[in-house]
């Protein structure tokens, strides 16, 4: 297996602060690698030394198997955490004038400019400038800044902050489907679920060191089952009673249990069908926020 992105052993110092302490990354092509970990985590700063924009202390980049080199500028887009558009300029004049730096001639860029706006359903921003946009539509145009020279390697910071439920939605479609037209993207979040839903492969940080890596699917499937789903037609007393079961939530459609063995699970089930009758039971995995919170724990300011 080739990886268009390998970061091995990189560490990175600010005075005595260490923000990123030995990190390691393989990224494949048409995958979406999630970094993920609370504010502070090192993040930004992986992305940065990724993007060739600071540089590590120790250990090694490699895009395409070779060492930083100027080319990779229209190699990659970046997607900031900071927006970094002019608010007084016209978007097209900007975004022109980006995808130029990056080796695009002007028709292409222009062509590849209205294509993202029409996909974006907002045409009419081309003659706008940044300033009269929602902060919302301001990171799809952003996005687009990223985008518009056709990148192979994408790495995205926080792609999704400050959008509504429908442009994350939109958002997310178009990740997906860089991946699938075969880009290597890097893609950074504190939101778990976002992670859980795009990535393959994750990296989890926290205070600058990798404290979970690996395949999500593995991941997940490594750590225990301590929720339980159960739904009846009628109510049950008796659940908490249980061994094994540490608390029992009652919801709108049925109960959520704790359980501390899995042996509880078959107890539970079992104790259902002698008192009620059962329309859903479902043991299920941890959910990555909760793999999350289990890690980090008491740590977690
Ligand atoms: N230029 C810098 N000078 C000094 N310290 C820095 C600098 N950049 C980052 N740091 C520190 O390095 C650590 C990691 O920061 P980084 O921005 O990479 O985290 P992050 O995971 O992206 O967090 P966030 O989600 O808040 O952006 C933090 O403690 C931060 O204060």
Not at 6 to 29: C, F, H, M
């Amino acid at each position: 297996m080739t990886y268009p992105l390998v970061v091995e052993q990189v560490s990175k110092q600010y005075g005595d602060k260490t923000a990123v302490n030995r990190i390691g990354l393989r990224v494949k092509q048409g995958e979406i690698y999630g970094l993920l970990g609370a504010n502070g985590a090192g993040k930004t700063t992986t992305m940065r030394m990724v993007l060739g924009l600071i540089y590590p202390d120790e250990g090694n980049i490699r895009w395409n198997g070779q060492g930083y080199r100027e080319e990779l500028r229209s190699l990659m887009g970046y997607l900031p955490e900071e927006r970094g558009l002019y608010p007084k300029v016209k978007i097209s004049e900007q975004i022109l004038y980006l995808a130029e730096l990056r080796g695009m001639k002007r028709r292409e860029a222009d062509r590849s400019l209205k294509m993202w706006l029409e996909q974006f359903e907002v045409p009419d921003y081309y003659n706008r400038k940044v300033e009269e946009l929602s902060k919302g539509n301001q990171q799809k145009i952003q996005f687009i800044a990223a985008v518009i020279h056709n990148p192979e390697i994408l790495i995205l910071d926080e792609a999704f902050s400050g959008l509504d439920p429908v442009n994350v939605e939109l958002l997310k479609k178009t990740v997906k489907s860089l991946r699938d037209e075969g880009r290597t993207i890097l893609f950074s979040s504190h939101r778990m679920e976002h992670v859980e839903e795009l990535c393959e492969n994750i990296c989890m940080l926290h205070r600058s060191n990798t404290i979970l890596q690996g395949n999500l699917k593995e991941i997940k499937a490594s750590f225990p089952k301590e929720r339980v789903v159960l739904e009846t037609t009628t109510n049950i007393n008796g659940l908490e009673r249980l061994e094994g079961v540490t608390s029992v939530n009652q919801g709108l459609h049925g109960y959520e249990l704790r359980i501390a063995q899995p042996e509880s699970a078959q107890r539970i089930l079992q104790y259902a069908m002698e008192h009620s009758t059962v329309q859903r039971f479902q043991v299920m995995e941890p959910t990555l926020n909760e793999i999350f919170i289990q890690k980090v724990g008491s740590q977690h300011e």
